[in-house]
């Protein structure tokens, strides 16, 4: 059981907060009493991984039990990679009862709420703990969050001007990707979101076709991706997407009709190959992030294939779908 008084359990961070308020309920090993053990998750360090950064928070707690005086020591060790958290407690002298997630703070509370009558010296700590219950609760609800797992840093910036462009609500949206690429790395990424997560997060991974659609598709439902979490693209890759003729001529200052020329000529190339040999021609060298988040910014039309998948993204975050899909694993 993780909380934290600032932003709520399993929220994602764009910005890495320094420590955090946690609790637990915990049994004395030697008498049986429910002990409500709170401690301060201080970051440790980062370790550089495939995805970006693992962030590491270390906390020790020391206790008496108050029925026997058992002493017990309290280590939470919090982790946090691609926005997903994970927390584990152990524990010498006690026994853990809660660590799953919100819905166990309910029961905690509950248990609080009866024995309130007859434990008068716990009644300040339990209204505390009651007024946090509903913080955090008010806070879970609120929330949405949006994931897109994608495969590299150039489709991280044409996604984002896609999104942009559609009128998605980008502070909710958070564009992450998945490594060196690869389907192996995407389905790695993908079931980091089905595991050990303390609250769910929409999300969607986005994948190039690579031509054998099929395949690629039959690999994913063996791994038990579910269909609305991911999409494979028509087109080979994303750069595909931005063969706007007038759009990359207008970027790279080219002239238009020496680009339609020089195009004719690449008939049969791929999406990337195609733009970095234009790049290579016009500019001496492929086109970077920069400029590919330039094109996908100036093109006439976000292409329909791409719009559809923004809408849908849009309408996880802004109607009841979300709340229909999530609220049972919140409470
Ligand atoms: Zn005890």
Redesign the pocket.
Known sequence: MVLNEKESVGHVFSKEPEYFEWISACR?N??G?IIIIFGDAQFDHAKEREMGPEYWYFDTQYYN?P??G?SIIADLILTQYAYIWDCELDLSGAEKIHLEGLRELAEIKAHYESILSEKRTLEQRILILQNRIQQIKDRAESIKIYVLIVEGKDDQVIWEQFLKREGAPMDSIEIITYGKGGIDEAIKAATMFRGRVLRKIPHKLIIDSDNNIKEVESKLKKHGIRRDNFHILKEKEIEAYLLDEEAIARVLSIDITELKEFIKKLKGARGKEKLDAIGNRFIGHPPNSQTKGLIARAIKEVPEEIRSIISEIIKVLSSEIMEEDYENDLF
């Open positions: 004395c030697k008498c009493q039990c029925n026997c058992q």
